[in-house]
């Protein structure tokens, strides 16, 4: 199985020490794409997306890091659970509780947070880059279109959020350590989030 890889170049220290590492270290058939973040993620992500020539592509934000067996463990979720909407490495439920991935079972949620995204290219979702055209909820509306399209639903990742462990995925929050949960235009696209969706739940 081979994957893409793709990513928005913004900030070179952060890529630095985590996504480049492990990008170097990584086990597996991929290839990377990279685009610069001129435009806002949604864009970048439909841009990865189109360019890539295999069926499974990750969407990931710079802050994360990962084992070199991340491919293979992300080949195992897909192999145990090939009707799959989504993968993350976080999301919430529609009760609004959380769950991290975990290397021994996947959580079916109703939302997965940005940072980290696994997208199947069959199921011919986009994301939504005319109302989320910002920082904020583009994966959340991914989610929620996947589903009403397909019928498939998001699901964490059978791989541990413990950076110490052998079998990794984690997510460092630069930006929330750096901004807080809810900067920039959050809550005028939390808004837009609702008036499409209704009631849903996000991280």
Known sequence: MKFTIGYIDHNDDVYNKYLGPSLLNLLGD????????????????????????????????QDISFSKTLLERVEKTITDNP????????????????????????????????????????????FDDKTFNDFHLYVEDFCLQTKKSTGKLPY?????????????????????????????????????LSDKWGDVKTT
């Open 30 to 61: 991929f290839d990377v794409i990279k685009t610069n973040s001129l435009e806002s993620p949604a864009v970048n992500y439909n841009h990865i997306l189109k360019k890539s020539n295999n069926r499974f592509v990750i969407l990931t934000h």
């Open 83 to 126: 009707n799959f909407g989504v993968l993350g490495l976080v999301g919430v439920d529609s009760n609004k509780q959380y769950f991290c991935s975990d290397l021994n079972k996947q959580h079916e949620v109703q939302t997965l947070d940005c940072c980290f995204i696994v997208v199947d290219k069959e199921n011919n979702i986009f």
């Open 156 to 192: 964490t990742i059978l791989i541990s959020k413990d950076p110490k462990t052998e079998n990794f995925l984690c997510h460092h929050s630069v930006t929330l350590r750096t901004l807080g949960s809810r900067w920039g235009k959050y809550n005028e696209y939390r808004k837009k």
